[in-house]
Structure formats: structure tokens, C-alpha cells
């Protein structure tokens, strides 16, 4: 998982330097495609119940599953990318947000926090804790900053599968839930919205999930194991 986490991380770094006005979410799932062929590692979001790239392409009202398409990134667009590998049937997934070019402020802020909230959550996941800490962490993030977040979507676990138990919310209490041990593995996804809504709907494609009232939205992700001393991100460069 290690090695697959590295795949992803490159993946991440490798698309962000492609980011520019003028470049189509098309443009980016190529060059994922190219560092999965370089590191001989196999796309986990390809194929995935039909899905047809090897990331999630989601800009401004977006929150997650974008499809990869000709559209155009324009300046200020605010863009969140989701992305995973598989090695040698073990898997990585992780997502970041950023500005195309140069953005608002109110729009940065936005990906800031939602940073911050897959940070609190990582720092929760200890041996001898519980799952709801994770939850009950990133909460504590985003309800003070006033942002909303989707109540139908969330982390997961993740090992030989892209998708396992359990569920991750974002949403928790201290202390209730599963204990953590020492060997787990999840994926932390914070989705913030910017209004303080928490409505969402699904585009006609099937995949895409946009915010109900047009308002930004921001994505963040990471695989992260539950060490003996702590936590350790996995999909960090």
C-alpha cells in the first residue's frame, strides 16, 4: 500500500503541474494515464462501475466524481482531483483541491480549510481511539468555518479493494464507534461546501455530484494507516 500511496502521490504532483488555464480535465486524466503506465501500476477508478477515467475531474459547484471531459479550465476555476493506484493488488486513493491560475480569496480559503480537516482527522487516528474521533474531528473544522458538507458521502476503508469497510464520516462523536487498531488502513475525505449547505444532487451522467444551491465546493483526501505510534499518510509524497 506503501508503494501504491507513492504512485498516487506522483500522480497528484504530476497533474498539478499540467494545471493552467486552457488545459480540459481530458488533458489531466492523460497525464495520470502516463504515470500509471511509467510506475506499471493499474488505475482503481477506471472501469469502476463504468467509470471512464483514471481521476474525478471536479470544478467549482462539483464536489466529487467528475467526469473527465473536453471542458476547458478557465482562471479562477476551482478544481478538485481524485485519483488512485493499484500495486500488486493493493490500493492508494487521495484528493486534492487547488486554484486554475490565480482564484478568490474566499475560494482559497475554502481548500485551506478543507486541508485542515482531513488534517484533523488524520491526527485522530491513534491506536485506542475510536472512529467517531475522525469524524468528530473534522467536523469541529469545517462547522467553525461555517461550511456545509454532504451527509451521503464519505471516507472508507481501503486495502485490496478500493472500497471497504468501514464508512468514514465526516461527521462523528468522540470516543463512539469501532476502536482503532494498530494495522488499519482508511481513506479521509473531507467534502466542504462553501455556502453552509449540505444539499446535494446528482448530475444526469451518473456520477457527478454537484452542490444543490451553485455554491464552491472543496475536496480532500488521503490513505492513511493507523501505526503503533500514529498515523502515517500513505499517499504523501
Known amino acids: ?17 499540467a494545471v ?83 482564484g478568490s480569496a474566499a475560494a482559497q480559503l475554502l481548500i485551506d480549510t478543507a486541508d485542515r480537516a482531513l488534517a484533523a482527522g488524520i491526527a485522530a487516528m491513534v491506536p485506542g481511539g475510536h472512529l467517531g474521533d475522525i469524524g468528530a474531528a473534522i467536523d469541529a473544522v469545517v462547522s467553525l468555518a ?34 482503532l487498531e494498530s494495522g488499519v488502513v482508511l481513506a479521509v475525505e473531507p467534502m466542504l461546501i462553501a455556502s453552509g449547505d449540505d444539499d446535494v444532487y446528482e448530475l444526469s451522467d451518473g456520477w457527478t455530484i454537484v452542490t444543490a444551491d451553485g455554491s464552491l465546493a472543496a475536496h480532500a483526501e488521503h490513505t492513511i494507516l493507523v501505526g503503533p505510534h500514529g498515523p502515517e499518510i500513505l499517499t504523501r509524497a
Open 20 to 102: 493552467r488555464p486552457g488545459v480540459t480535465t481530458l488533458d489531466l486524466d492523460a497525464v495520470a494515464r502516463e504515470v500509471l503506465r511509467r510506475r506499471q501500476a493499474a488505475s482503481n477508478f477506471l472501469g469502476h462501475r463504468g467509470f471512464s477515467g483514471v481521476i474525478c475531474a471536479s470544478v467549482n459547484d462539483e464536489v466529487i466524481h467528475g467526469i473527465p471531459s473536453e471542458r476547458v479550465l478557465d482562471e479562477g476555476d476551482l478544481l478538485s482531483i481524485d485519483c488512485g493506484a493499484i500495486v500488486h493488488g493493493w490500493h492508494g486513493d487521495a484528493a486534492f483541491s487547488m486554484l486554475v491560475g490565480s
Open 1 to 17: 500500500m506503501r508503494a501504491a500511496g507513492r504512485v498516487v502521490a506522483e500522480m497528484h504532483e504530476a497533474i498539478r503541474q
Open 146 to 179: 461555517g461550511y456545509g458538507s454532504p451527509h451521503d458521502y464519505c471516507g472508507h476503508g481501503i486495502g485490496q479493494a478500493m472500497h471497504e469497510e468501514p464508512d468514514v464520516e465526516n461527521r462523528g462523536r468522540h470516543g463512539k464507534g469501532p476502536l
